[in-house]
């Protein structure tokens, strides 16, 4: 009995076993199905998401490149594949319910939902945008006016608000999976997200802060008033010209107007007061104890911010109301707003002015026309812009992305500079450098501030600068730059035999050093660049020279691998084309660049701006 129930115990507790085994191993097979259902999903949904993300990252390109019906389209298109990814985890989730809590898997999960999630926001952040992009370039009422725009405006800008905040979340769904272990393409589709947000927000927020900087310049948030000055680029100054005109703008509500416009010299002439004290008065009339500064020549220096609020002052000091900003341009920015409005009568004189015929036409009124008592050759200027700026302000919704490209191509130009004392306009006119100020970067600088006394020669005047860099293989360098000013013009009553003042403003941390001309005259740094002045004769037919060293302690810029960026901007004489750059740069021995070198030679018909990287060899 003992050993039958022996055998009876070992016969059931080994069925038992056997039965476990086939139970567990059952069990096992059934759980291997559904984790390979669940990868099966799992990959699934991660293509849609991966799908979703190149989508976002073709519409991304065509909102910046303006194809806004592509970006709807591509927006759509990400919004359904985000959305599909959805579908695929919460299958998922029915099949293999415990998915979340495994290990690897349940990340992976995680990782495709927060990333579907984030895409999801982001498509809804990009179709604000491009809602908001289409309501201002494409308005559906082409013949809507500034005023009716307000609203629009301010409905684009809360959109775009909105957009924002989904970046935002997005962001946060992004970052909630920094240091978590992804598969490959996971993962790479994490930190390219994460790498590319910042970018897209700051571009969103640009727009909104630009907008709303367009509504208070324009009188949306209360009436302002505008100092208007002219430049003109043939009595070379820092910032573009002599300032030949003046005029108050005025908005309200949307609604601008030009109160007055007339030559410069009805204002100053009977406001003798109106003139800068010792101290605020430029170099170049520190020199010239003939002249006072007065409204026609607050730019002796290069910053616009500068010389507009020393106009400001004067404008008070003369009696006059107080004005919210200072609003600066030159004949090319007349130009580019004729190319898109149209040309325009000037009714007083008999012309019609256009586009291509403005140059000439100023230089005939301003230079050629004989003198003839009571007329001042500046008049055709003031009623050439009384008859322009109405036509601007009243220009339709349908000629505002053609204007909008023209007058930020005559911003990045310096052609048009605008400064604002309201605090907020200051800082997106800043951002943009819409405000004329002198950027404050590191590396190879050069920014040449010519002063030219009494002569109207300048458009006729031709510069090559030899910029030669010689570069230590601890990131200093010995950079010379020489000049060579040519007068090609003979004798007139514009070009006589006179005289310009030089400024040279170089990088930062530069001392001038030994080999340079004597005689030079130490300036005030503006944003960080060292300055230094010398006097040039400018006699017609004929060539000057100047000569300047700078020794560098740290002209170079780490880049963290052992490598060196050598970078450089040089900015031009705004509104003026002709003059050359020829670029020299020597690398310590041994050490090579890290793709094309600096081009030998520059037009500076615009700023040259460049970044060039160097190794060891």
């Not at 806004?68 to 695929?88: G, I, P, Q, T, W």
């Not at 009436?223 to 010209?241: A, C, F, I, M």
């Not at 404050?440 to 006729?460: C, H, I, M, S, T």
Request: proline fraction near 8%; charged fraction near 25%; aromatic fraction near 6%.
């Amino acid at each position: 009995m003992a050993g039958r129930r022996g055998d009876d115990t070992k016969v059931p507790l080994g069925g038992r076993s056997l039965r476990r085994r086939r139970i567990v191993g059952g069990g096992a097979v059934v759980v291997l199905c559904l984790l390979g259902l669940g990868a099966f999903q799992a990959a699934r949904a991660g293509l849609a998401a991966f799908d979703g993300k190149a989508a976002l990252q073709r519409a991304e390109a065509e909102l910046n490149d303006g194809r806004l019906e592509e970006a709807a389209s591509s927006l759509a298109s990400a919004k359904a594949d985000f959305l599909r990814s959805r579908h695929e985890v919460r299958r998922l989730e029915r099949f293999v319910p415990f998915g979340r809590a495994l290990p690897l898997v349940g990340t992976q999960i995680r990782g495709v939902t927060a990333l579907a999630d984030s895409g999801l926001l982001l498509t809804e952040a990009g179709m604000r945008l491009t809602e908001a992009a289409t309501a201002i370039l494409q308005p559906e009422e082409a013949d809507m006016e500034l005023p009716a725009a307000l609203a629009r405006l301010r409905e684009v800008q809360g959109l775009l608000r909105v957009g924002v905040d989904s970046i935002d979340e997005a962001a946060a769904g992004v970052d909630s999976l920094d240091g978590t272990l992804l598969i490959r393409p996971l993962g790479r589709a994490r930190s390219d997200l994460a790498s590319r947000l910042p970018g897209i927000r700051r571009r969103a927020v640009d727009v909104a802060d630009g907008l709303s900087s367009v509504i208070t310049f324009a009188g949306g948030d209360g009436s302002r008033r505008y100092l208007v000055l002219s430049q003109n680029p043939d009595e070379v100054r820092p910032t573009g010209g002599y300032i030949g005109t003046y005029g108050v703008l005025s908005a309200d509500g949307g609604k601008l107007s030009l109160e007055s416009y007339d030559a410069i010299e009805d204002w100053t002439r009977p406001r003798p007061q109106a003139v800068a004290t010792p101290q605020e008065r430029g170099s170049p009339l520190r020199f010239d104890t003939r002249k006072e500064q007065n409204l026609a020549n607050v730019n002796t220096g290069p910053d616009w911010t500068q010389a507009a609020q020393l106009a400001v002052r004067l404008w008070e000091r003369g009696g006059e109301a107080p004005v919210q900003g200072v609003v600066s341009f030159t004949p090319s920015f007349l130009g580019r707003i004729l190319s898109v409005v149209g040309p325009v009568p000037v009714e007083s004189f008999g012309e019609t002015i256009s586009a291509e015929n403005l140059v000439e036409r100023l230089d005939y009124y301003t230079h050629l026309l004989p003198p003839e008592p009571g007329i001042d050759r500046k008049e055709f200027v003031a009623e050439l812009a009384k008859a322009l700026m109405p036509k601007l302000f009243a220009a339709r919704a349908a000629q505002w992305a053609p204007l909008a490209k023209v007058m930020g191509q005559a911003f990045a130009s310096r052609e048009a500079m605008v400064w604002s004392a309201d605090p907020d306009v200051a800082r997106v006119l800043g951002e943009r450098r819409w405000d004329g100020s002198v950027p404050d970067r590191p590396g190879d600088f050069v920014l040449p501030a010519e002063y030219e006394y009494a002569n109207k020669n300048g458009r006729e005047l031709r510069r090559v600068y030899d910029h030669h860099v010689v570069l230590g293989p601890d990131g200093s360098a010995q950079v010379t730059t020489i000049l060579t000013l040519e007068n090609p013009s003979p004798p007139s009553t514009q070009n006589l035999e006179g005289l310009t003042y030089i400024t040279m403003y170089g990088p930062p941390g530069a001392v001038l050093a030994e080999g340079s001309d004597p005689l030079g005259i130490p300036e005030k740094e503006v944003a960080g660049h060292p300055a230094v002045g010398w006097f040039r004769p400018v006699i017609p037919q004929s060539t000057t020279t100047l000569k300047v060293v700078w020794s560098v302690p740290n002209l170079l810029e780490p880049t963290g691998d052992g490598r060196w960026d050598y970078s450089l901007l040089w900015m031009r004489h705004p509104d003026h084309t002709g003059d050359t750059l020829k670029l020299t740069v020597d690398l310590p021995p041994g050490w090579v660049w890290s793709g094309p070198p600096p081009p030998p030679e520059h037009p500076l018909d615009r700023d040259v701006a460049g970044r060039w990287r160097i190794s060891q060899g």
